[in-house]
């Protein structure tokens, strides 16, 4: 009986023990930059808590000690009772993550990501972008990671009519994928990178005797709203002349800045600060914006199947960045309305005029209104202050889908660091660096560091 009563204290002392892996480290102990410690809110640990992040570079730096490498689970307790706030999180100067911590009235704990870390001192930290919040504590947990699965990316295009050509590049990327990162870089907007001296491939190969594999463009001049059409570069005729350049060997990417103006009579803007257009009333049938998003989409139509003709497939990549509000077609109040106009924009394109050279990207908020049975691929647009791998915001969206859809960065400021997102295993499909100051200038990306990463032997180039 006594053995038996033993072995059960030891049984409850290692459940004990396994649940108890977390480490607090109190931020009032930490490095605090114009920030100040409080006690006057109940219910916080340790001596305090500190705050208010109010002006541009306040923070907090805790360092923590990492005795194993591996992954750890972040956690920060905090308060933000004036409203939700999204602020700045660095990890030992190599990861940067913008967080957004939802309102609440008491401290609360929330899990920041996770992340891969090394033995040894590692400073974490927090930095006003929002600001106007308080800080508690941090916590670190180790964790068991598993390896990505890959094999429950979708096999097939959404659209069962795709190109011979649509269908061999998505079977290139499933392939490629989880090997190799495709680089990609974005020309000035509205012009193929290569067909401007100084610009960004020339820069590049110059640089680095190497070219990115993708390209991407815009149709930033393609709305009926745009006047002199004339007059602006012809990049469908540059796309062209590109593909038969290079046997079709390139892969093309194109976004779409799409111009609107509203009943005001403005003139035509994407920006929802300079646009009255209305999305809510775009998705709804014979509608004054409905009309004149239906003349767009035929407009566009017309563009597409002159690259569909020499059997070119092109990543398409509408409505991006919805997740956020300074574009007519996003934000959260209008997340339904952007699935909404999605939907319409791929059935018109594909049912109605026959469109079937493209592989969908979305680019936006990831919610139960994604038009999941719309999309081929998902893109993160990441500009981070950092060359991190960004592997939290990657298993985010992988896990979204549950491992169904290929990830990618469809925008980045700093280029991500091949050999953290290898090791990290955040297996990007590609990248895709910004255009004109983020590549020609070291502001973003120095000289050598591009070298490094054209020069990577898991950096896949034309």
Sequence with gaps: MNLIILILLLLLLSIKFSISKKI?????????????????????SGKGYVGLFEKDGDSVTITINITEIGYYNIYISYLANLGTKTNDIIINGQDSISFEFPENTKFEEVLIGCFY?????????????????????LAIENVEQTKIDFSKFDKN????????????????????YGKKIISGQTGKAGEFCEEYANGEIDYIQKLTNKMPALW?????????????????????????NWWK??????????????????????????????????????????????NK???????????????QDVNMPVIWRPLHENDGNWFWWGGSEHSKACS??????????????????????????????????????????????????HRNEYIKALTFFNNTKMIVLSENGKIPDIDKCVEEEAWWGYFMTWNQEYILTEDYNDKEFVKSVYNNSYNFIM
């Design 340 to 389: 909404e106009l999605w939907k319409l924009l791929y059935k018109k394109l594909v049912y109605e005029h026959n469109i079937n050279n493209l592989i969908w990207l979305w680019n936006g908020k990831l919610d139960e209104n994604t038009p999941y049975e719309y999309i081929d691929l998902v893109g993160l647009d990441i500009y981070s202050t950092t060359h991190g791998s």
């Design 293 to 307: 998003v239906i003349v767009d989409i035929d407009h566009i139509a017309s563009i597409l199947k002159q690259l």
């Design 245 to 290: 350049k290079y046997n079709g060997k390139g892969i093309l990417s194109i976004q779409w800045h799409w111009n609107m103006k509203g009943k005001m009579d403005e003139s035509p803007s994407f920006y929802s600060n300079d646009s009255t257009f209305d999305i809510e009333q775009a998705v709804i049938e014979n509608t004054w914006e409905y």
């Design 117 to 137: 870390l090394k033995k040894g001192d590692i400073e974490i930290i927090f930095k006003k972008n929002w600001g106007w919040m308080y800080i508690d504590y």
């Design 157 to 176: 295009l959404v659209n069962p009519n795709a190109t011979a050509s649509a269908k061999k590049l998505y079977q290139y990327l499933l392939n490629n």
């Design 24 to 44: 607090i480290y109190e931020a009032e102990d930490g490095i605090l930059n114009n920030i100040k410690i409080y006690k006057n809110i109940p219910n916080y």
């Design 216 to 240: 991407n463009t815009d149709f930033i001049f393609e709305s009926k709203d745009i006047k002199d059409q004339f007059q602006m570069p012809n990049y469908v005729q540059n796309g062209l």
